[in-house]
């Protein structure tokens, strides 16, 4: 056992990221300043890791051996940019430099396939498809930015000590009570997203199931030791969040995909999970054709 402090633990991912470490043995602690953090959790701490003070403090006062970094302004436009981008990159650089001041041994970042820039109001076309983690981000708001920020604060963190750090750029996270028809943070159900391709086509059709990406971070965690510091790794689902080939939904809905989507043919996805696959032996298990039970 070891302990697993982790940041945004009553949100859509973090409440997953939580049962799923505790079931593989972890002590967790959980931080949210918000009610909801699965009773699996040894500790709650409604904490503000904004204050570097209190960052410190929760570092000294559980001293994890892990740490899963969650917590953020999760939807890009729900607040004012400015306040995104500060939360967000400040949340980021408090729990990794608290974290390596005080000996934590690793520390996994949440970034978000979104740095790639696709829905940028000029235009967006990919390098290529499907996307990996070699492709170059574009960001134009302050989510994505700040997403990116985040990455490079691990990298530089990463660089400059001991701690072994690494980042996860999840696709669009979908709860168990979402497949059931709760709304998703886009405030659509899943189902209106596979029924209007114009829904799901503005993140190139990405999706998750939070279980998957909560199975995916524990597997990271615990490879950490192993890996070289600072690398970045996507977790998606093994299929698109549509139920037509983006090889021909793709140039119908988002411009400028012609040409680089012939190669998704079949139930292909735009994300690539390569990478997680080969040094972490990590694959997703989950579909919305096995979690929307009466989809045929």
């Known amino acids: 056992m070891s302990r697993v402090l982790v940041t945004g633990s009553a949100g859509r991912l973090g409440r997953s990221v939580v049962t799923t470490l505790a079931a593989a043995g ?4 959980g931080v949210d300043r ?9 500790a709650t701490l409604p904490a503000d890791l904004t204050d570097t003070g209190e960052a410190f403090e929760v570092m000294a006062r559980f001293r994890p051996e892990t740490v899963i970094h969650l917590a953020a302004i999760a939807t890009p436009f729900s607040h004012p940019e400015s306040v995104i981008f500060k939360v967000n990159t400040q949340l980021a650089f408090n729990v990794c430099e608290a974290s390596v001041a005080l000996g934590v041994a690793g520390v996994v970042v949440a970034s978000s396939p979104t740095v790639m820039g696709y829905g940028a109001p000029g235009g967006w076309a990919p390098r290529y498809l499907p ?12 989510y994505n930015l700040s997403k990116v ?3 490079q604060t691990m990298k530089a963190f990463a660089a400059a000590g001991t701690t072994k750090l690494a980042a996860v750029r999840p696709c669009f996270v979908i709860p168990p009570e979402e497949w059931a028809g709760a709304p998703t943070q886009s405030g659509h159900t899943v189902r209106e997203r596979l029924d209007r391709p114009e829904l799901g086509g503005v993140s190139l059709f990405n999706y998750i199931d939070s279980r998957d990406a909560a199975e995916m971070i524990t597997v990271l965690a615990e490879a950490l030791p192993e890996l070289p510091n600072g690398e970045v790794f996507f977790a998606g689902a093994a299929d698109a969040l549509a139920r037509k080939p983006l090889a021909d939904l793709l140039p119908q809905v988002v411009p400028g995909t012609e040409g680089f989507a012939d190669g998704l043919t079949g139930t292909t996805p735009a994300f690539s999970t390569a990478k997680a696959e080969r040094l972490l032996g990590w694959q997703p298990k989950r579909s919305w054709r096995t979690e929307l039970k009466d989809e045929t």
Request: no cysteine; net charge negative; hydrophobic share 40%.
């Open 26 to 29: 972890h002590e967790v602690i």
């Open 149 to 151: 920020t985040a990455e």
């Open 131 to 142: 996307i990996d983690e070699e492709h170059p981000v574009l960001p134009w708001n302050a």
């Open 34 to 42: 918000i009610p909801g953090t699965p009773e699996e959790a040894a």
